[in-house]
Structure formats: C-alpha cells, structure tokens
C-alpha cells in the first residue's frame, strides 16, 4: 500500500454552483502534489471534503486504507490529516505557544509532556520560538500564516494539506517556508500544497494538478504541466490550440 | 529533542493571589464571629451569586453557550432540596450536595436537545426549557402546587438544634459553593479540557480541524454547571425556608442579575463575575430603596458599561495593566543561552 490518499469523484454543489466537479486525485506516501487554479475554481472546498470540515455530495476518500468519507473532522485529524486555513483562524486569546500546543495536545492525544516538547519543536522548525508567550491577536499576518502551519504540523499529520500559504510573503520568507516545507518532506510528511506563488511550488512538489470550474483539467510532471496548453489558456485567456499553433 | 524549555504556569502576581484569596476566604469563614446576623445572612447570599455568575460565565463566555435560562437549574436544585428532605428525610446540607448531583444528571438528557440549536436559538431554547420546569413543578401537589410550599419546621430544626449554630452551618455551606464553584472554573480552564475549551471560545472550525471533540468539550461544561448551579439552588432555597414556582425559576433573579454581573465584571475572565458580584450588591444596598428608580439605575450602568468597556470592568483593568490573577496561561521558558 504505497497510496496515501486515494479520492474518487468527490462531488459537491452549494446551490447551483457545482464547486467540485467528479475530481479524482490519488498521493503516494511521502510525496508533495501542487494545486493550482484561478480564484474560485474550487480548490479550497477540494481540501474541505478532504479534510472533513464540508461532506462530499458524491465520491469517496480512502485515507491510509481507511475509508474516512463519513468521519468528521477530528477523527480524520486524529488519523493523520492536518490542514492549514488560507485565512488564518489563530486562536487570538491564546500565545502562540499554546495555539500550537492544542495540535500537540489534541491531535495526537501524546501525553502531556509529550505534546509540550512536540509544540516547542516545531515553534523552532516554524521560526516562531521568538514569538512563542505573544498572545496571537497580536502576531503579524506573514507569521499568522506560519503559526496555521505550525499548528496543523504539531497535531503530528502524515498528510499536509497547504493552502496558500506563501502568498503575501516577502522573496526571502519565501525561501525559508519553503526551506521549512522541504524539512517536513524530508521527515516523511506527504503534502498537497494550494498555491498561487508557483515558482514556491515548483521548488517542492513533485507533480502539479490543475482545477477550473470544479474540475481537473490537468496533472502531471510540474514543468510539462505548466507548459501545457490547457495552463495557458486558463491563465492567459489564451485559446490552447492558438497558442502551440 | 534539541531545546531545551520549561513551562511556567504561575506569575508572582498569581501566587501573591493565591495567598491573598486563601486569606479571603479564611476572613470570610470567621465571619460569623465578626459579623451580624443580617449581615452573614447577606454574605451567604453574594456568595451564591460569586457562584452562579462565575458558572454562567464559564458556559457563555468560555464554552460559547449563552444561556438564559440557568434558572432551571437554580429552581431545580431548590426543588430537589425540598423533596429530598421531605420526602426521603436527607438531611438538608446532605441534600445540597445530592442536588447537585441531580441537577447534572438532568442536563445530561437535555443538552443533546439544546444543542440542536445555535446562537439566539439556543438562549430562547434555555427559556422554554426553564419554563417548561417552572410549569411542570407547578404541578407537583406534594410540593405545594402553584402557591409552592415552606419547608417543615421538624427538618429546619434537624439542621442544627439551636438557630444561631444553624445559621453557621448555612452561611458555611453558601462559601463552600463559591469556592467550589470558582475553584473548578479555575482548575477546568488550566486543564486539557480548558485548552479545548479556549480554542472552542475562539475558533470552532480551526478547533474540530486540531482534533477537539467540540460537543463533548460544551457536554462537559453544560453537565458540570448544571450540577454546580442546582447546588447554589439547594443553598438558595433552604436559606429562604420555603420555595415557589415564581421564585425558583425567576428569570429575572438568576439569570438577569446574574448576566448583568458577569456582563458589567468582565465576560470570559475567572475575576469578572466576582468583581461584578460586589459591584452588584454595592449598587443593590445603597439603591435599593428606590424601588423601579433601582432597576431603572441597573439598567443604565450596565449599558454604559457595555458601551464604554465591552469587556466588562476586570477586562478595563486588564486592558490598561496586564494584570491577570489567576494564571490560566502557559509560558514557555528557554534557557538565556539558547
């Protein structure tokens, strides 16, 4: 079994917008998938159904061999999802410390001391020691976005889902996220990361799919696929024949 | 692994608090023996307040759930005095404690009910359910029906033999249930659960996605406080000798005055219902005698203080000195050369 996720046709509509179109999408262990797509394409409900905090209409989700479509989001936290929101939802009465201490403590279920060494090692790994007793109200959007990825990185996860996170960040935060991201790689993690800063992809991930209009219209090796017509015409407005004619 | 830290959850301000509030309640003890009758019977009462509106305030500040009808519970607990010692012959400071008992195990069938609602919903929910409780006691004949009844003088007496001893032992058992009372806020809020519950407080979405169970996080709050207000209810009610439909689940009584406590000390803080408890009964002693003019008076405080400081007078004080009392937080501490 060296799939770690496995998703079948999910579907979901909110009204009469269909914003997940029958998208299948499959993850090796330990690998990293990019996800791009304009705004509104779908991508961030794509990650709610899998992270459990929207139901799927249709469609099924096989995560490490379990099938986790109708568990709730904890439970699917508790097996090893971990998500970070692209809006951040910090816990603003709570330091920083304590923010990341609630993934330690309640996503593993590790014990207490446990959790306490898992919350400060990876304040260390996020950069956010210095920062660990503010209380979150008071933390700058850019390390906002680092205290989602620390958090979703303390519950312990085996599957990652980013959503974007290096937007907003200045060229050499950048370099240290993704510096960031390739140790959590490194220690086994698999990854699907959203993302519109694609170079910041293209430095991690080993394949890249494409969404519009709630569905996949492309996946592959990254730079076949940003090359491709299809990427083309969904970001240039470019007709995909006229532009390779 | 690699770093090294430590976590510290006390302040010096915290543990000078901790000495001073020992002290407080050691002066409050001996308060039979330098104060007045009246005036320990009126400790015992802003003692039962400290309690109810630090457990509302742990429901609706902390766990999200803004009740309005606590009420149930006060005059359930009351109810269940009375019956116990009628009917059963518990003795009545037995009885507080097995009130409270009681109490909880009635709110565990209720909560899966209320919590089918969100937000308005749930507080309209809270009123009904106290309702449907003043209606149905109403109809118990045993106890009094509508008119309700006084507790008999043989189970008064079986408190203690002589009224002044009797008086003690009320006033005793009043400060035994502040002190549980504001003792579990303060131990549940710096447990795991207190973690949930925080977390809960500011980001449900982000909590459930962090692996907290959220219904059984508010499920435990709901039971606890529940249990914990039937006891002040039992207190309450065995301190007036006799009890009344109207009385027991006034709504004004124990959730009007108590949410203007909570509201005017400080929403989501462990000192704000206790500041608002003294501030409460300071404006009630001195006003009192005006009659509507008092409520009226109540009413504008509680608005200005609602416009002017939102979070309540321990949220001003905590706004402009950082001061918390009661340490909840977790600090991490590294070593200097790290």
Redesign the interface.
């Given at each position: 079994m060296t799939l770690i996720l496995a998703a079948e046709d999910l579907s979901k509509r909110y009204g009469a917008q269909q914003v997940t179109d029958r998208v299948s999408l499959t993850l090796d262990r330990g690998e990293a998938l990019g996800i791009i797509g304009p705004n509104g394409a779908g991508k961030t409900t794509l990650f709610n159904l899998i992270?459990?905090?929207a139901w799927a209409d249709a469609g099924r989700i096989v995560f490490d061999g379990i099938d986790v479509t109708g568990l709730?989001?904890?439970r699917r936290?508790?097996l090893g999802i971990?998500?970070s929101?692209q809006i951040p939802?910090?816990?603003?009465?709570?330091?920083t410390?304590?923010n990341v201490?609630?993934?330690a403590?309640?996503?593993?279920?590790a014990s207490?001391r446990d959790s306490?060494?898992r919350a400060?090692?990876v304040?260390?790994l996020t950069g956010l020691?210095r920062k660990?007793?503010t209380l979150?109200r008071d933390l700058t959007l850019l390390e906002r976005k680092r205290l989602e990825l620390a958090?979703?990185l303390a519950?312990g996860p085996s599957l990652l889902l980013l959503d974007e996170i290096a937007g907003g960040l200045t060229e050499p935060e950048c370099v240290e996220l993704i510096a960031a991201i390739g140790e959590v790689r490194r220690a086994g993690v698999s990854i699907i990361w959203i993302e519109h800063v694609v170079h910041a992809l293209l430095a991690v991930v080993d394949r890249i799919a494409v969404i519009d209009f709630g569905r996949k219209i492309a996946e592959g090796e990254p730079r076949a696929v940003m090359g491709s017509p299809q990427v083309a015409e969904v970001y240039m407005g470019i007709d995909g024949e006229a532009a390779h004619g | 692994?690699?770093?090294a830290?430590t976590?510290q959850r006390s302040t010096r301000t915290s543990r000078v608090t901790a000495i001073v509030a020992l002290l407080l309640v050691a002066v409050l003890f001996a308060a039979p023996w330098w104060a007045g009758r009246a005036n320990v019977r009126l400790l015992g009462e802003i003692l039962s307040f400290v309690a109810l509106a630090s457990l509302w305030n742990l429901l609706a500040g902390y766990a999200g759930l803004a009740s309005v009808g606590q009420q149930a519970y006060v005059g359930f607990g009351g109810y269940a005095l009375f019956a116990l010692a009628m009917f059963l012959g518990v003795h009545p400071l037995v009885a507080i404690a097995a009130a409270g008992l009681v109490g909880a195990l009635v709110a565990i069938p209720i909560a899966p009910l209320l919590f089918r609602l969100q937000g308005a919903y749930f507080a309209i929910g809270t009123w009904v359910l106290a309702e449907v409780f003043r209606l149905s006691f109403a109809q118990v004949a045993a106890l009094g029906g509508g008119s309700g009844t006084s507790l008999p003088v043989g189970i008064v007496a079986g408190i203690a033999a002589d009224r002044a001893l009797r008086e003690m032992l009320l006033y005793w058992s009043a400060l035994a249930i502040a002190v549980a009372a504001v003792a579990f806020v303060v131990l549940l809020l710096r447990s795991?659960a207190g973690?949930?519950l925080?977390?809960i407080?500011?980001?449900e979405?982000?909590?459930?996605?962090?692996?907290?169970?959220?219904w059984r996080t508010k499920l435990l709050v709901y039971v606890s406080v529940a249990g914990l207000t039937s006891m002040t209810g039992a207190f309450i009610f065995l301190q007036k000798l006799r009890i009344s439909p109207d009385a027991a689940f006034s709504v004004n009584d124990w959730t009007a005055y108590v949410i203007f406590i909570a509201v005017i000390g400080g929403i989501?803080t462990i000192e704000g219902p206790v500041v608002g408890t003294i501030l409460f009964f300071l404006l009630r002693e001195t006003l009192a005698d005006l009659g509507t003019t008092y409520l009226i008076l109540l009413g504008a405080v509680a608005i200005f203080v609602m416009l002017r400081a939102p979070k309540g007078l321990w949220g001003l004080v905590v706004q402009h000195t950082g001061i918390t009392l009661v340490p909840v937080?977790?600090?991490?501490v590294?070593p200097k050369n790290s």
């Open positions: 992270a459990g905090t709730p989001a904890r936290c508790h971990a998500r929101f939802h910090p816990f603003v009465g709570m330091t410390y304590e201490l609630v993934g403590t309640f996503g593993r279920g207490e306490e060494e400060v090692e304040l260390d020691k660990a007793n979150a958090r979703a519950s | 692994m690699g770093t830290f976590i795991r973690l949930a925080t977390a407080r500011d980001s979405i982000a909590s459930e996605s962090l692996g907290i169970d959220i989501g937080r977790r600090r991490v590294f």
